[in-house]
């Protein structure tokens, strides 16, 4: 693998693919704040497209200076989704369990049904959207605050494997973390 740029048409559609994948994995990382099911499953098929298409040019790119790219990118797709964004899922629902109070909503329902206060699957929903009323800007700050600093970085090794893409500079050290 030669650190200076290739010139020719097929470096050039390299160049222009592995763009386009770092285009797609930054994507796939804004899709991760989703507000509704479909944004959240855009964000998945996001994800899947990045992986088809770093596969395809995984077998193109080796010998050339793209091959750093495709280990680089790998390795965000990988280590971000193995272990940053579960990791930044458990960080989050420690702190929703710490501060936003479940346990108050889990016996105020055991008590009520009890009591007989609650007879009817809508007397729960009540009760539950009461306590989201209460705590659910609360939860929203605890899940944007844990997810945003593997989002972050993930951004950032999309940035940075984009430019040097751009510029058909090989990465130089495409299996580190930073």
Same mark, same amino acid.
């Given at each position: 693998?030669?650190?200076?740029?290739?010139?020719?048409?097929?470096?050039?559609?390299?160049?222009?693919?592995?763009?386009?994948? $770092?285009? @797609?994995? &930054? %994507?796939?990382?804004?899709?991760?704040?989703?507000?509704?099911?479909?944004?959240? /499953?855009?964000? !998945?098929?996001?994800?899947?497209?990045?992986?088809?298409?770093?596969?395809?040019?995984?077998?193109?790119?080796?010998?050339?200076?793209?091959?750093?790219?495709?280990?680089?990118?790998?390795?965000?797709?990988?280590?971000?989704?193995? $272990?940053? @964004?579960? &990791? %930044?899922?458990?960080?989050?629902?420690?702190?929703?369990?710490?501060?936003?109070? /479940?346990?108050? !909503?889990?016996?105020?329902?055991?008590?009520?049904?009890?009591?007989?206060?609650?007879?009817?699957?809508?007397?729960?929903?009540?009760?539950?959207?009461?306590?989201?009323?209460?705590?659910?800007?609360?939860?929203?700050?605890?899940? $944007?605050?844990?997810?945003?600093?593997?989002?972050?970085?993930?951004?950032?090794?999309?940035?940075?494997?984009?430019?040097?893409?751009?510029?058909?500079?090989?990465?130089?050290?495409?299996?580190?973390?930073?």
């Amino acid at each position: 693998m030669s650190g200076a740029p290739d010139s020719g048409k097929g470096d050039e559609q390299q160049r222009t693919r592995f763009m386009w994948i $770092y285009s @797609l994995a &930054a %994507a796939t990382a804004l899709a991760q704040y989703a507000v509704t099911p479909g944004t959240f /499953l855009f964000g !998945l098929f996001l994800l899947w497209a990045s992986i088809f298409l770093l596969r395809r040019q995984k077998k193109t790119a080796q010998g050339t200076v793209f091959e750093s790219h495709a280990k680089w990118i790998g390795r965000t797709l990988y280590i971000g989704c193995v $272990y940053l @964004l579960p &990791a %930044a899922a458990l960080v989050m629902f420690f702190f929703i369990f710490k501060y936003a109070h /479940l346990t108050d !909503l889990q016996r105020d329902i055991a008590r009520n049904i009890v009591t007989g206060s609650i007879v009817t699957p809508a007397d729960i929903e009540r009760m539950v959207r009461n306590y989201f009323h209460q705590y659910g800007a609360l939860i929203s700050r605890i899940a $944007y605050l844990s997810i945003t600093p593997p989002i972050l970085w993930w951004l950032w090794r999309c940035w940075t494997g984009f430019r040097h893409a751009a510029k058909s500079e090989p990465m130089n050290k495409p299996m580190a973390f930073l």
